[in-house]
Structures are given as structure tokens and as C-alpha cells.
């Protein structure tokens, strides 16, 4: 069964810290991984995917198959990057986006 | 816009109500799912449509029963509400075997009281 986990619930870091968010997941297949933001009261929004290997927002994640991880960071946090973040699996078989539980992320001043 | 849109955004409503909620995507999608977000913020998979075929249904009460009428539009009926049913309602779209993942709507926030 697939299984993704993110161990923090609640993240806070200064303005211009480095961020790392962290995403563990279980999957026999080969995993297909994303993370998604939702910024207050609004939709879930993609923000990246493992296969693009692309930068959004200076956000950026690598897949570490060995450590069967996906974590997401940031060099330098901004205070628009408060959210939560939530990173997901997708079982491409089930055709089903299994999700984390969520890291609410918050950048102080 | 190209988007996929719920209607609507706020529900209020007594216990032991019946109430719909509707989805529409105009994204050529050919898969269509339901979310619902629990007070702690956590997502879980309800249901999914493909081309107006029924593919996932996850351990949801009967009360919940999902309808797609066609691939581009899919509804949440519930019956008889109960307090826990108070959530927020995440429509998404995907196609089916692609890896871009899914495009979510603005969700419904229901409050049952």
C-alpha cells in the first residue's frame, strides 16, 4: 500500500532562513511525487513535481529513492511562503493521489 | 477561465438534510474526483470517475453517493447530514495515466448544525 508521511505538523522559521520540509513515502512501483501548497482559505495548488525536475517559487525537491524521500526547500524563506504544504504520491495503477498529512509552514518577520 | 469549478463555495445547513454539491471542469479532463478535508487539515480520497465510470470509491457512508453525468462534470449528493460531515469538499480533474497530477477547485465548506 502506498503511504506518504510528513513528520512535522507545524513549521516556523524566520524571514530569509533556509526551509526544508519533509515527505517519506512507501511505495513498491516506481513513485511519481508532488507537492502541493494551499495558501489560506484558497485551493490546493500544484507546486512541483519530481519528474519535471523544475524550481517554482525557489522551491525544489529531489527524489531520494534510497532514503524513500521527496523533501522540499527553499534557500531564503518570504513571508508569502506561509502555507500548508502537502506532499502526495500518485499510485499511477489505482489512478489515486494519496496525500500527507500536512506541514503548516509560517515565516515570521 | 479554464478551471474546474464547485458551486457551491459555502453550505450551511441542519442535520439530517439532504444537500448536493456540484463540480464542472472545462479542462478536456477525462477523470473526476472527490476530497474531502477534514478540521485537521488532512485529505482523503472519496470517489473517482473516469468517463462517467465509477473507479474509486473509498469507505464513504452510503449517504454519500457521487453522480457524473458526463466526463466533464461530477456531484456530490448527501443524505441525511450528520455534525461530522462538516468538512471542506475538494472537486478535482486529472487525465487518466498522465503524471501531471491533479487540478483542484476552490472546494465547498460545509458546516452542519
Known amino acids: 500500500a502506498q503511504r506518504v508521511t510528513q513528520p ?8 530569509g532562513a533556509p526551509v526544508e520540509l519533509k515527505c517519506n513515502y512507501s511505495y513498491s512501483g516506481s513513485p511519481e511525487l508532488f507537492w502541493y501548497v494551499q495558501y489560506s ?41 506561509s502555507a500548508m504544504y502537502y506532499c502526495a504520491l500518485l499510485n499511477p495503477g489505482a489512478q489515486k493521489l494519496v496525500f500527507g498529512q500536512g506541514t503548516r509552514l509560517t515565516i515570521n518577520p | 477561465d479554464t478551471a474546474v469549478s464547485q458551486t457551491p463555495k459555502y453550505l450551511v445547513t441542519q442535520m439530517g438534510n439532504d444537500k448536493s ?3 464542472e471542469q472545462n479542462l478536456g479532463h477525462d477523470t473526476m474526483y472527490w476530497y474531502k478535508q477534514d478540521s485537521k487539515k488532512f485529505l482523503k480520497i472519496m470517489f473517482s470517475y473516469n468517463n462517467k465510470e465509477l473507479i474509486i470509491n473509498e469507505t464513504v457512508p452510503n449517504r454519500f453517493s457521487p453522480k457524473s453525468p458526463d ?8 443524505n441525511s447530514l450528520e455534525l461530522g460531515d462538516s468538512a471542506v469538499y475538494f472537486c478535482a480533474s486529472s487525465l487518466r495515466h498522465s503524471n501531471y497530477g491533479y487540478t483542484f477547485g476552490s472546494g465547498t465548506r460545509l458546516t452542519v448544525v
Do not use: M, W, Y
Open chain 2, 71 to 78: 466526463k466533464a462534470h461530477l456531484n456530490l449528493h448527501i
Open chain 1, 41 to 81: 482559505r484558497q485551493r490546493l495548488q500544484l507546486l512541483l513535481r519530481h519528474i519535471s525536475r523544475e524550481s517554482i517559487k525557489g522551491f525544489t525537491a529531489d527524489l531520494n529513492k534510497g532514503e524513500t524521500s521527496f523533501h522540499l526547500k527553499k534557500p531564503f524563506a518570504q513571508e508569502e511562503d
Open chain 2, 21 to 23: 454539491i456540484k463540480c
Open chain 1, 8 to 15: 512535522e505538523k507545524l513549521l516556523s522559521v524566520f524571514k
